[in-house]
Structures are given as C-alpha cells and as structure tokens.
C-alpha cells in the first residue's frame, strides 16, 4: 500500500523560512514525479511545484523566487524549501506522486499558518 506523509508545517512569522517534505512509501513502482499543492480558504487548490523522476521542475509564478522543490530519490522523499513566507501563503499543503503503476497517490496534507 503506498503512503505518502507530509511534514514540516505549522505557524511561521511572516518573512520566516520552513522546509516541507514529503516521503513516498509502500511502492512497487517508480515514481514519475512528485508535487506541492496547496489550498487557501475559500480558494481552489493550486500547483505549487513539481519535480519528474528527471529532475525537472515547475514552479508557481506565485512563488517562484521564495519556494524551491528538490528531492531525494533515494528516499523518495521530496522537498518544499519555502522563504520569505507572507500570509497569502498560509494554506494547507499537500503532497502528491505520481506513480508508474498508473495512479495518482496523496498525502493528508498540512496546515502552514503565516500571521498577518
């Protein structure tokens, strides 16, 4: 059964840093890649970032600049280094990897608060 557990949330002062990540487990397949969304109040979940198996990635104009994606493919575990945090980035997170056996696998989420 694949699992995909997120960490690394919580209250950050505005202008503050925290780094997510997202580890991937339980898998027989490889993963293709693995992305950050996130969902504001009252608002539709976005992209956030993405990274493929390859190393590329996508970032959100919205924070491109701030939020860096990266990985470890050893660990299938990856990465969401967030800086210069304001309070339209307070949002619940969530993790998502994409799976060679054809499915899309997601995490709970978690919840980042950044104070006005």
């Known amino acids: 059964q694949v699992q995909v557990v997120e960490s690394g949330g919580g209250l950050v002062e505005p202008g503050g840093s925290r780094r997510l990540s997202c580890a991937v487990s339980?898998?027989?397949?490889?993963?293709?890649?693995m992305g950050w969304y996130r969902q504001a109040p009252k608002k539709q979940r976005e992209l956030v970032a993405s990274?493929?198996?390859?190393?590329?990635?996508n970032v959100a104009d919205s924070v491109k600049g701030r939020f860096t994606i990266s990985r470890d493919s050893d660990k299938n575990t990856v990465y969401l280094q967030m800086i210069s945090l304001k309070p339209e980035d307070t949002a619940v997170y969530s993790c998502?990897?994409?799976?060679?056996?054809?499915?899309?696998?997601w995490g709970q989420g978690i919840q980042v608060i950044v104070p006005s």
């Open positions: 339980g898998s027989d397949f490889s993963i293709n890649a």
């Open positions: 998502k990897a994409t799976v060679a056996d054809g499915y899309d696998y």
């Open positions: 990274i493929t198996s390859g190393g590329s990635t």
